[in-house]
Every structure is written in structure tokens, then in C-alpha cells.
């Protein structure tokens, strides 16, 4: 019985070794930022928004942006996404669909609210350790 729970004292302070020694310092640890794109329109007096992942840049069809399952309606659902993503992360806020999407159906609709809002919505997102870059001469 001794043997035994020597044994697993061994294995246990070798298991603990081991797993310390791969560990990664925290400098080492970071990794770019996720970056995602916000997408707003206005439609029956209220603001709907679309965030989408965006793994290398802006770069997101209209099928997505437009899509059902990424829609937000209005800035607290906007808020409550936010909220969800990861500290660090970049959110690129276009109003035209780059590429050979920019005539897709829908992206001509695409604007952004009041700056009143939009100081909001940068405000909101910056607390929470995101960055907002807006992409238009618009704003």
C-alpha cells in the first residue's frame, strides 16, 4: 500500500514537471487579435447590424453580411454580440462590400447611423478591449 502511494506521488510530481516545463511564457502566449467585420443598414425606421468573422481582412460576401443567422437587430443586440467577443479583437466597420460584391442585392443599403451612435457603439466596444475602425471617408 505504501509502494502504491509513492508511486502515484511519483507519477503525479513527473505528470506536474512535465506540464510546467511546456509551459509558454505570457509574451509568448499572445496571438493576433480575431478580426471581424460590422456591417449597418437601416430598414423600417431602426438599425439592423451583421457582424461577421473576417480571418484575413475585410473581405466578407453579401450572402453573409445579408444572412438571417448574423443579423442584429438594433444597437442592444449589437451590444450583447459585442460583448461576446474576445478581448483584443478588431472589428472593421465598412459601408460598401469590397470586391466584386460591391452591386450584390442589399449593399447599396448599407450606411452608418448617426455619429451619436456610432461614438456609442465605439464607446461600448473599447471598454470592453476592442478595437472599432471605421472604413469610409464618412465618418
Do not use: F, H, W
Given at each position: 500500500m505504501i509502494i502504491r502511494q509513492a508511486m502515484l506521488l511519483a507519477v503525479?510530481?513527473?505528470?506536474?514537471?512535465?506540464?510546467?516545463?511546456?509551459?509558454v511564457p505570457d509574451s509568448a502566449q499572445r496571438t493576433v487579435?480575431?478580426?471581424?467585420?460590422?456591417?449597418s443598414w437601416q430598414e423600417n425606421g431602426g438599425w439592423n447590424f451583421s457582424v461577421v468573422p473576417s480571418p484575413s481582412?475585410?473581405?466578407?460576401?453579401?450572402?453573409e453580411v445579408f444572412n438571417k443567422k448574423f443579423l442584429l437587430s438594433g444597437v442592444k443586440d449589437l451590444r450583447r454580440k459585442l460583448s461576446?467577443?474576445?478581448?483584443?479583437?478588431?472589428?472593421f466597420w465598412p459601408v460598401r462590400i469590397s470586391?466584386?460584391?460591391?452591386?450584390?442585392?442589399?449593399?447599396?443599403?448599407?450606411r452608418y447611423p448617426s455619429s451619436e451612435t456610432v461614438e456609442a457603439i465605439r464607446k461600448y466596444a473599447e471598454a470592453r478591449k476592442i478595437k472599432v475602425e471605421m472604413?469610409?471617408?464618412?465618418?
Open positions: 503525479g510530481c513527473i505528470g506536474m514537471a512535465l506540464y510546467a516545463s511546456g509551459q487579435p480575431m478580426a471581424y467585420e460590422l456591417y481582412g475585410v473581405n466578407v460576401p453579401a450572402e461576446t467577443l474576445p478581448e483584443g479583437a478588431t472589428i470586391g466584386a460584391d460591391q452591386d450584390a442585392k442589399g449593399s447599396q443599403r448599407l472604413l469610409s471617408a464618412q465618418q
